[in-house]
C-alpha cells in the first residue's frame, strides 16, 4: 500500500504509545467494530450451545467418548470457520477505512474474502507448527508451555497485518511474518503478554458480570460453584446467547487493532521512519505552565543589579 504512513497507526511504538493507540483507536471505530464482533459472536455463542459436554463427565470409556465427541466436530469447526472469517474482516477494516472512507462494514466483508482462504491455510501451519513447540516446551516444564503459546500468539498478530498490507504470497506473508515479529522479538513478546493479561482480566471480569442475572452475585459465582451449578445449562439460555455475544463483541476489535500497532510499529523502525515517540512528543511539547513561569534566579539577580 503506498499510503500506508497516513495510518493513524503507523509509527515507532514505545509500551505507553501502543496502549493509548489501542484505545484512542478502538473508540474512535467502536459502532462499527462492536457490530460486526457482534454478529460473530452471535453465531459463535449459538454454535457452543449446541456442544454439550456434561455427558463426557459421566463417562469412563476411552472408546465412548471418542464417539461423543465426533458430535462436536460439526459445531466446532462453524465457530473456527466462522472465527476466521470475521476475524478477517476486522483486520480489514481496520486497515483499510482509516485510510478511505469508502471501505464500510459491507465492502470491508466482501473484499476480505480475497485473504480468507490463505489465512486458514496459513492458520492451519501455524497450529501445527505451535503444537510441535508446545511438545518441546513440555521439556522445561511449565515456563517452557507459556514461551511456547506465548511466542505463537505474537506470530499469529502479524499475519493478517503483513498478508493485507503487504499483498504477498503465503510463502512471502509467512517469511515477512516471521522477520518482522524477530525484528524487535523481547518487546513484542512483552507487549503480546503484557496484552493477554489485560484481556484475560477484562474477560474475567465482564464474563462475571454477564453471569449475575444467573447467579444473583458475582461472589457467589466463583466463591459457591455447588450453588451455582445450574449454571452448566446457561448455554443454551437465549438471554445469555446474547448477553455473552454483547460481551465478547465489546473486546474482540482489541485484537486486530493491537495486531496493526505491533505491525506498523515494526514496518516504521524497518523503514527508520523519524516519527516521534510519545514521549519525545511530552518531552517537546510547549506546556501552558511554561508559559506563566517564574523567571529564572539569575535573570531576577540581573535585572535588580541594573
Same mark, same amino acid.
Given at each position: 500500500?503506498?499510503?500506508?504512513?497516513?495510518?493513524?497507526?503507523?509509527?515507532?511504538?514505545?509500551?505507553?504509545?501502543? @496502549?493509548?493507540?489501542?484505545?484512542?483507536?478502538?473508540?474512535?471505530?467502536?459502532?462499527?467494530?462492536?457490530?460486526?464482533?457482534?454478529?460473530?459472536?452471535?453465531?459463535?455463542?449459538?454454535?457452543?450451545?449446541?456442544?454439550?459436554?456434561?455427558?463426557?463427565?459421566?463417562?469412563?470409556?476411552?472408546?465412548? @467418548? #471418542?464417539?461423543?465427541?465426533?458430535?462436536?466436530?460439526?459445531?466446532?469447526?462453524?465457530? #473456527?470457520?466462522?472465527?476466521?472469517?470475521?476475524?478477517?474482516?476486522?483486520?480489514?477494516?481496520?486497515?483499510?477505512?482509516?485510510?478511505?472512507?469508502?471501505?464500510?462494514?459491507?465492502?470491508?466483508?466482501?473484499?476480505?474474502?480475497?485473504?480468507?482462504?490463505?489465512?486458514?491455510?496459513?492458520?492451519?501451519?501455524?497450529?501445527?507448527?505451535?503444537?510441535?513447540?508446545?511438545?518441546?516446551? #513440555?521439556?522445561?516444564?511449565?515456563?517452557?508451555?507459556?514461551?511456547?503459546?506465548?511466542?505463537?500468539?505474537?506470530?499469529?498478530?502479524?499475519?493478517?497485518?503483513?498478508?493485507?498490507?503487504?499483498?504477498?504470497?503465503?510463502?512471502?506473508?509467512?517469511?515477512?511474518?516471521?522477520?518482522?515479529?524477530?525484528?524487535?522479538?523481547?518487546?513484542?513478546?512483552?507487549?503480546?503478554?503484557?496484552?493477554?493479561?489485560?484481556?484475560?482480566?477484562?474477560?474475567?471480569?465482564?464474563?462475571?458480570?454477564?453471569?449475575?442475572?444467573?447467579?444473583?452475585?458475582?461472589?457467589?459465582?466463583?466463591?459457591?460453584?455447588?450453588?451455582?451449578?445450574?449454571?452448566?445449562?446457561?448455554?443454551?439460555?437465549?438471554?445469555?446467547? #446474547?448477553?455473552?455475544?454483547?460481551?465478547?463483541?465489546?473486546?474482540?476489535?482489541?485484537?486486530?487493532?493491537?495486531?496493526?500497532?505491533?505491525?506498523?510499529?515494526?514496518?516504521?523502525?524497518?523503514?527508520?521512519?523519524?516519527?516521534?515517540?510519545?514521549?519525545?512528543?511530552?518531552?517537546?511539547?510547549?506546556?501552558?505552565?511554561?508559559?506563566?513561569?517564574?523567571?529564572?534566579?539569575?535573570?531576577?539577580?540581573?535585572?535588580?543589579?541594573?
Amino acid at each position: 500500500m503506498d499510503n500506508i504512513k497516513n495510518h493513524p497507526l503507523y509509527r515507532k511504538h514505545n509500551i505507553d504509545s501502543a @496502549m493509548n493507540a489501542l484505545w484512542e483507536f478502538y473508540k474512535s471505530r467502536f459502532i462499527a467494530l462492536f457490530l460486526i464482533s457482534l454478529i460473530m459472536s452471535g453465531i459463535i455463542q449459538y454454535a457452543s450451545s449446541l456442544i454439550d459436554f456434561s455427558d463426557l463427565q459421566t463417562m469412563t470409556d476411552p472408546m465412548e @467418548m #471418542l464417539e461423543k465427541m465426533k458430535e462436536f466436530i460439526v459445531p466446532m469447526l462453524i465457530m #473456527l470457520v466462522v472465527s476466521l472469517l470475521f476475524s478477517t474482516i476486522l483486520h480489514y477494516y481496520v486497515l483499510h477505512k482509516p485510510l478511505d472512507d469508502s471501505q464500510n462494514i459491507l465492502v470491508s466483508a466482501v473484499k476480505a474474502l480475497k485473504y480468507y482462504f490463505p489465512y486458514l491455510i496459513i492458520f492451519i501451519l501455524l497450529i501445527f507448527a505451535g503444537s510441535i513447540a508446545m511438545v518441546l516446551g #513440555l521439556m522445561v516444564l511449565i515456563v517452557g508451555i507459556f514461551f511456547s503459546i506465548l511466542y505463537v500468539a505474537m506470530i499469529s498478530f502479524f499475519i493478517l497485518p503483513v498478508m493485507m498490507a503487504e499483498n504477498g504470497s503465503i510463502d512471502r506473508t509467512i517469511v515477512r511474518t516471521i522477520k518482522l515479529s524477530h525484528s524487535v522479538f523481547w518487546p513484542n513478546m512483552g507487549w503480546t503478554a503484557v496484552f493477554i493479561i489485560l484481556y484475560l482480566i477484562v474477560s474475567m471480569v465482564l464474563s462475571g458480570i454477564v453471569l449475575l442475572p444467573f447467579a444473583g452475585s458475582f461472589i457467589k459465582t466463583f466463591a459457591n460453584p455447588q450453588d451455582t451449578a445450574h449454571l452448566a445449562t446457561l448455554p443454551g439460555n437465549p438471554l445469555y446467547i #446474547l448477553l455473552s455475544s454483547a460481551i465478547n463483541a465489546l473486546t474482540m476489535p482489541l485484537f486486530p487493532v493491537f495486531a496493526y500497532i505491533m505491525y506498523f510499529n515494526a514496518r516504521a523502525r524497518e523503514e527508520d521512519v523519524s516519527l516521534p515517540s510519545s514521549a519525545d512528543e511530552t518531552r517537546d511539547r510547549v506546556r501552558v505552565e511554561d508559559l506563566y513561569a517564574k523567571p529564572r534566579t539569575e535573570e531576577s539577580g540581573q535585572n535588580t543589579t541594573g
